[in-house]
């Protein structure tokens, strides 16, 4: 399967505990997205990657949320800290330059308790 | 401020039957707008996307409409089935960045 890929896929962490997830892209796309979706919500856009620049981070994200993206291939999204409301899926797209058209990944659902 | 407005309620059809979609916006100039489906626990898969110029747009069973003047977009399917029971989003594009709806849930029934 060469579609975009996240890990872990479940995710339960007791409140103040540290996350990171993981995402590959396409690996050909340059582009990478970060997303939060809660039930009942479409996704919420978090940050863009164009290669292994972060070029917009969301307002609505705090500080104890942070990404990269070395050398341009897979990402990391870091929760510090985590609160009960970061409790979300995480989702992760991608998409090649010159396309809108974004690939999305299975997603990494947090609970924190 | 911005505010994207999907069918508040969930959409239960025959078989056979169209199932009509809409999408309303405020406070946004889109210079794109797509729509996505998405199964229970997994990602939005890409259906179709639409310019700001353009009026329609179909693919098989599935037709857009995006009218900038009413700031809506309408998606339709015909012919439905049951496979096609899936929460649909709209999202309304301006360069890279999506900005989704929160989707309408359809249920078609055999």
Redesign the interface.
């Known amino acids: 399967d060469t579609g975009v890929s996240q890990d872990p896929r479940h995710k339960i962490t007791k409140r103040g505990q540290n996350v990171t997830f993981r995402c590959d892209p396409i690996s050909e796309h340059n582009r990478l997205y970060w997303y939060r979706q809660t039930l009942g919500q479409g996704p919420e856009f978090l940050t863009y990657f164009q290669n292994e620049a972060q070029l917009e981070k969301s307002r609505l994200l705090s500080d104890r949320f942070s990404a990269e993206r070395p050398k341009g291939s897979f990402s990391t999204l870091e929760i510090q800290r985590t609160e009960q409301g970061d409790s979300a899926m995480y989702l992760c797209a991608s998409r090649p330059g010159g396309s809108y058209e974004q690939y999305f990944g299975p997603g990494t659902r947090l609970t924190v308790t | 401020s911005q505010k994207?407005e999907q069918n508040s309620e969930a959409l239960n059809i025959q078989e056979g039957k169209t199932a009509t979609l809409t999408c309303n916006y405020t406070n946004y100039s889109p210079a794109?707008l797509?729509w996505?489906r998405q199964d229970p626990?997994?990602?939005?898969?890409?259906l179709l996307?639409i310019r700001e110029n353009e009026k329609e747009k179909r693919k098989e069973r599935l037709k857009v409409t995006f009218d900038t003047t009413l700031k809506q977009s309408l998606f339709h399917i015909t012919a439905s089935q049951p496979a096609d029971s899936a929460t649909y989003?709209c999202?309304l594009?301006s360069d890279?960045?999506?900005?989704?709806?929160?989707?309408t849930t359809v249920t078609v029934r055999a």
Not at chain 2, 96 to 103: E, M
């Open positions: 994207i794109y797509q996505y626990g997994r990602g939005p898969v890409f996307l989003l999202a594009g890279y960045k999506l900005s989704f709806g929160a989707g």
